[in-house]
């Protein structure tokens, strides 16, 4: 019985990854987080690469919303007349 519980011991054992194993393991799991994880400001820069129109009319917008806050309708109504004709 005693020889059992050793051999079953020694199976559980060796089952069990070697310190070794262990680093390597986690060396994997760190390098595939860095390659999953991204940055917000990479995600914006991709964002702009990849579509660098919608980042244009974004910025265009949010540009002219903010100058017809500043300077009231005035603003606008210079842009249209020297754009617009």
Known sequence: MKKDKKVYTILENSALPTKQQ???????????????YVSPAEKLLKLIIVYPWR???????????ICTMIWGT???????????G
């Open 55 to 65: 980042f244009a009319f974004s910025f265009s917008t949010l540009q002219a919303v």
């Open 74 to 84: 005035g603003y606008t109504n210079m842009i249209l007349r020297v754009f617009g």
């Open 22 to 36: 262990k680093e390597k393991i986690l060396d994997q799991i760190l390098f595939e987080y860095r390659k999953i």
